[in-house]
């Protein structure tokens, strides 16, 4: 359960994350786009007033203002200039109100700003408008207020950080609340297969001890055939059940050494050559030499065998069956491939659910139970990889990745 109460305190941190994200970059985006508006509002105002900001009395278009608190200190409080074209070439600069620029760099500026012909933008901390007789030109500074913007940015940003972690905190120490209900029923369920697999081996141990003897009285006949089969069908399910159980009760597993995958597939492979031959598959084997790999080799070779033993399952007669081993720098590939009837509606990521049978072809005429891709998953996540099943038009593909990066070690009475 530490990965589900991992999952919950991600899915927090990621949600709060984004939340706080979105709402500064909304803020930061509406008060840059009030400051704008501001700014244009203010080089129109001056560009109708022939370079100057009008006293409040005097300004023809009062509503454009009066959400801007502006009063007869305005003029005095604001940092503009502008710089008018003439006839012959002349040039009036007005630099009045701001100290900062001199009339040879307004007039560069002015001239960069015409030669762009647009009729408002930026330039570096300035507003700028171009009259509309193309005239005049007006830069308004707002430097200050978008300092602020970005100032008041940062300062939530800092708060997010800060709220984002109190509460990443507060919910790793409530996830423990949270996923009890979760842990105890996992635990309950888990140990009902346990008790329920042990109770069921009495009986199924008294029923094929009476069978054989009915056998060993009245001789071999159907209905003692069958009683056997589904006997020993029934003692193996509960055998992948509990090995199934065991596999989820540990997050990591132990006896770890190294392992040849090449020469423990090829093994794997040679015990089903037969059943292979049978079916007059053909059959290609791509095993890169002396694979080796940290991991359980008991784990391995289950890991092996069941994938092996599902493709001679379910291979067409006279289909293909390929494996293919290879090393790379992180991770170790295995993949198997044999010809098969592939429902192409099904979906084969369900395939490594407990009893899951993709199509009405996967019957237990087959002898499988839907438990030994469950118990192949779970090897494979415990040895740091992935497994997926891949459908094609002609078969089923089983492409397992595992770790390279393992340490070998041996714990004693972790795991029987």
Same mark, same amino acid.
């Given at each position: 359960?530490k990965?589900?109460?991992?999952?919950?305190v991600?899915g927090?941190?990621?949600s709060?994350?984004?939340?706080?994200?979105?709402?500064i970059?909304?803020v930061?985006i509406?008060l840059?786009?009030e400051i704008t508006r501001r700014?244009?509002?203010?080089?129109?105002?001056?560009?109708?007033n022939?370079?100057?900001?009008p006293p409040?009395?005097?300004i023809n278009?009062p509503?454009?203002?009066?959400?801007y608190s502006?009063?007869?200190d305005?003029?005095?409080?604001?940092?503009y200039?502008a710089?008018?074209y003439e006839e012959?070439?002349?040039?009036?600069v007005?630099v009045?109100?701001?100290?900062?620029?001199?009339?040879?760099?307004?007039?560069a500026m002015?001239d960069?700003?015409?030669?762009?012909?647009?009729?408002?933008?930026d330039?570096?901390d300035f507003r700028?408008?171009?009259?509309d007789?193309?005239?005049?030109v007006?830069f308004?500074?707002?430097?200050y207020e978008y300092?602020?913007? &970005?100032?008041?940015?940062?300062?939530? !940003?800092? *708060?997010?950080?800060?709220f984002?972690?109190?509460? =990443?905190?507060?919910?790793w #120490?409530l996830?423990?609340?949270?996923?009890?209900p979760f842990?105890?029923?996992?635990?309950?369920?888990?140990?009902?297969?346990?008790d329920?697999?042990?109770?069921?081996?009495?009986?199924?141990?008294?029923?094929s001890?009476?069978?054989?003897?009915?056998?060993?009285?009245?001789g071999?006949?159907?209905w003692l055939?069958?009683i056997?089969t589904?006997v020993?069908?029934i003692?193996?399910?509960?055998?992948?059940?509990?090995?199934l159980?065991?596999?989820?009760e540990v997050?990591?597993?132990?006896?770890?050494?190294?392992?040849n995958l090449?020469e423990?597939t090829?093994?794997v492979c040679?015990d089903f050559?037969e059943v292979f031959r049978?079916?007059?598959v053909?059959?290609?084997?791509e095993?890169?030499?002396?694979?080796?790999i940290?991991?359980n080799? &008991?784990q391995l070779?289950?890991?092996? !065998?069941? *994938?092996?033993?599902?493709a001679?399952?379910?291979? =067409?007669?006279e289909?293909? #069956?390929?494996v293919?081993?290879?090393?790379?720098?992180?991770?170790?590939?295995?993949?198997?491939?044999?010809?098969?009837?592939?429902?192409?509606?099904a979906?084969?990521?369900?395939?490594?659910?407990?009893?899951?049978r993709?199509?009405?072809?996967r019957t237990?005429?087959?002898g499988g139970?839907?438990?030994?891709?469950?118990?192949?998953?779970?090897i494979t996540?415990l040895h740091?990889?992935?497994?997926?099943?891949v459908?094609?038009?002609?078969g089923?593909?089983?492409?397992?990745?595992?770790?390279?990066?393992?340490?070998a070690h041996?714990?004693?009475?972790?795991?029987?």
């Amino acid at each position: 359960m530490k990965k589900l109460r991992r999952k919950i305190v991600l899915g927090v941190f990621i949600s709060a994350t984004i939340v706080f994200a979105l709402t500064i970059l909304f803020v930061s985006i509406f008060l840059n786009a009030e400051i704008t508006r501001r700014a244009d509002a203010m080089t129109e105002l001056i560009a109708d007033n022939q370079g100057e900001v009008p006293p409040k009395s005097e300004i023809n278009k009062p509503s454009l203002f009066n959400i801007y608190s502006y009063n007869e200190d305005s003029p005095f409080r604001m940092r503009y200039f502008a710089v008018k074209y003439e006839e012959n070439d002349h040039v009036v600069v007005y630099v009045d109100h701001n100290v900062s620029i001199d009339e040879g760099k307004a007039v560069a500026m002015a001239d960069i700003v015409k030669m762009s012909n647009l009729k408002t933008g930026d330039y570096n901390d300035f507003r700028y408008r171009v009259s509309d007789e193309n005239d005049m030109v007006i830069f308004v500074d707002y430097t200050y207020e978008y300092n602020a913007v &970005d100032l008041l940015t940062l300062m939530l !940003s800092l *708060l997010a950080v800060v709220f984002i972690v109190l509460i =990443t905190v507060v919910f790793w #120490f409530l996830s423990n609340r949270i996923v009890k209900p979760f842990e105890e029923n996992s635990r309950m369920q888990k140990q009902f297969i346990t008790d329920a697999s042990h109770e069921i081996k009495t009986p199924i141990a008294i029923i094929s001890a009476n069978a054989e003897v009915l056998a060993y009285k009245n001789g071999e006949s159907e209905w003692l055939n069958n009683i056997t089969t589904q006997v020993t069908r029934i003692s193996e399910l509960v055998g992948e059940l509990l090995t199934l159980n065991r596999l989820e009760e540990v997050d990591e597993i132990s006896d770890i050494e190294a392992v040849n995958l090449s020469e423990m597939t090829e093994a794997v492979c040679a015990d089903f050559e037969e059943v292979f031959r049978a079916k007059n598959v053909q059959t290609s084997y791509e095993l890169q030499p002396d694979v080796t790999i940290n991991g359980n080799t &008991d784990q391995l070779k289950r890991l092996v !065998s069941v *994938l092996v033993e599902n493709a001679s399952k379910y291979v =067409t007669d006279e289909g293909e #069956f390929r494996v293919k081993l290879n090393k790379e720098l992180r991770h170790t590939t295995l993949s198997i491939y044999n010809t098969c009837e592939v429902d192409q509606e099904a979906d084969y990521k369900h395939l490594f659910d407990r009893f899951y049978r993709p199509d009405s072809s996967r019957t237990s005429s087959t002898g499988g139970h839907g438990i030994g891709l469950s118990i192949a998953k779970r090897i494979t996540v415990l040895h740091g990889g992935s497994i997926e099943a891949v459908p094609s038009e002609e078969g089923l593909t089983f492409n397992v990745k595992l770790s390279n990066r393992l340490k070998a070690h041996h714990k004693k009475g972790s795991e029987k």
